[in-house]
């Protein structure tokens, strides 16, 4: 194992690289739709992709970074080669998990059957044209909820490739994550021992739910408000007792921010004292299921003006124990792990920066880059 930095020195640098590195969040695209058509099912060829869409909610300075465009042309994201140079080899990374860029909306599509056929085109997509490049790239099965049971069919038929480490669904449901009627992927990831993922993007697209507040107006405002789906995702997947009825389920939560974890535990916990009656399969505080079975990406991280501030809520969050890495590569707000982060303590660094995704997809650093 690398040697970890002295106290308080900088968590993590290109040039000399002193710290192991996860990034739990990397995008790659198709350049082509030509490229995920060809592995769906012939009655769907002349379909090809067809994702909900958005609400024309644009960021003015575009997603993807410009300086992520391949030599050859082509999107930010759909080289493995660029990525290999701007990502992996740049900040030295062990390993990179790879969710979908371009494909989270085929879980808010109101056709069903073609929803699942299409995350399983990608899921193949994934395993045979990128997964093959770098032995640091590892994947995610694209699963589409709308159909709990084709969903937990494609995680088993998946599930015992060791570069699929976890599953991966959008943060924008129908209804709420703890529902029973997604328990079947729950129980399917479980068996596989197999963390489940969700992601932004799919929001107020297809047959996705809402922010509570309403449709927003701008990209701005969209992109402000992602925090109020996950903290109703992650309100429901325990009030509804889903660690209880799966207690080795892990379930990370990707670009969704970190500041409200403290705040919704402490209202859990609060309301659990006096209402505790209308969840009785709940045997612990509401909190400790979110310590213990929970995990949160620092992209996007929090910037307070005072950084003393961040180091304040992930103690407050036990990071030590649920924050992992990710730079949400090659988006616009892109997290350096040399940059974005002030100095952190020796321990937490390594917790942060490798250990917690390390134990989470159960990876063996000694055979990392």
């Known amino acids: 194992m690398k040697t970890a930095p002295s106290e308080n020195s900088f968590p993590h640098s290109k040039s000399n690289s002193s710290l192991s590195l996860i990034d739990c969040d990397v995008h790659q695209y198709w350049n082509s739709p030509q490229d995920i058509v060809k592995y769906l099912p012939k009655a769907f060829h ?21 300086d992520a465009v391949p030599a050859t042309g082509g999107l930010p994201g759909s080289c493995p080669l660029t990525m290999r140079e701007q990502l992996l080899d740049a900040y030295a990374v062990d390993y990179a998990i790879l969710l979908g860029g371009n494909i989270l909306s085929v879980c808010v599509s109101p056709d069903t059957y073609y929803a699942t056929s299409l995350a399983s085109a990608y899921n193949d997509w994934l395993v045979e044209e990128w997964l093959p490049e770098d032995p640091r790239l590892l994947g995610a099965i694209t699963v589409a909820p709308q159909d709990a049971q084709a969903a937990a069919y494609e995680i088993r038929r998946l599930g015992s490739n060791q570069r699929l480490v976890q599953v991966l669904m959008a943060s924008a449901t129908l209804t709420p994550l703890g529902r029973q009627q997604y328990w079947p992927i729950y129980e399917a990831a479980c068996e596989l021992d197999l963390p489940v993922a969700i992601h932004p993007g799919a929001e107020g697209k297809g047959i996705a739910n809402s922010y509570s507040a309403g449709y927003p107006s701008t990209y ?7 925090p109020q789906n996950f903290m109703g995702q992650v309100t429901s997947l325990i009030c509804e007792g889903v660690f209880e009825q799966f207690p080795t389920l892990r379930f990370v939560c990707v670009e969704g921010g970190l500041s409200w974890v403290p705040h919704l535990m402490w209202r859990l916990d609060k309301n659990w004292k006096s209402l505790r009656s209308q969840t009785p399969w709940l045997k612990k505080r509401p909190s400790e299921y979110i310590v213990e079975c929970m995990r949160f990406t620092t992209q996007p991280i929090d910037e307070p003006d005072n950084p003393d501030h961040l180091l304040q809520i ?5 990071a030590e124990k649920t924050v992992i890495f990710s730079s949400d590569y090659p988006h616009w707000d892109f997290d350096s792990p040399t940059k974005a982060f002030p100095p952190l303590p020796e321990k937490l660094a390594k917790r942060i920066f490798y250990q917690n995704a390390q134990e989470l997809y159960r990876l063996d650093m000694s055979s990392a880059s």
């Open 46 to 66: 002349e379909r090809g992709i067809n994702l909900p869409n958005d609400l024309g909610l644009i960021n003015p300075h575009g997603v993807l970074r410009r």
């Open 220 to 226: 701005f405002e969209w992109h402000t408000g992602i």
């Open 314 to 318: 992930f103690e407050m969050m036990q």
